[in-house]
Nanobody
Framework: QVQLVESGGGLVQAGGSLTLTCAASGSHFHFGIMGWDRQRPGEPREWVVRRYADHSTDYAEAVKGRFTSLTNSNIASLQMTNLKSEDSAVYYC??????WGQGTQVTASS
């Protein structure tokens, strides 16, 4: 059974940086599809990044150039720079087909 645990969220000033980490037990991120989503209060969950089986990566337009997704064995990280208030959300990592972490809160204060 795959378990994903995110960490690294917190409060940061707008313009600052944070790195989220997702640790997988029972799996690793080398193969298959993985990614990060986020959800703001009262809004539907939205995708942030997708890393595909060929290791190509897509970023949502809102984060392109500011966020970087990396994987190494069973650890995935999301490096976030120049954070904006609209980046404030709960961030979830996932691994296909259906494994999700519990989420970690990111708050960027303006």
């Amino acid at each position: 059974q795959v378990q994903l645990v995110e960490s690294g969220g917190g409060l940061v000033q707008a313009g600052g940086s944070l790195t989220l980490t997702c640790a997988a037990s029972g799996s690793h991120f080398h193969f298959g599809i993985m990614g990060w989503d986020r959800q703001r209060p009262g809004e539907p969950r939205e995708w942030v990044v997708r890393r595909y089986a060929d290791h190509s990566t897509d970023y949502a337009e809102a984060v392109k150039g500011r966020f970087t997704s990396l994987t190494n064995s069973n650890i995935a990280s999301l490096q976030m720079t120049n954070l904006k208030s609209e980046d404030s959300a709960v961030y979830y990592c996932f691994q296909a087909p259906s494994s999700w972490g519990q989420g970690t809160q990111v708050t960027a204060s303006s």
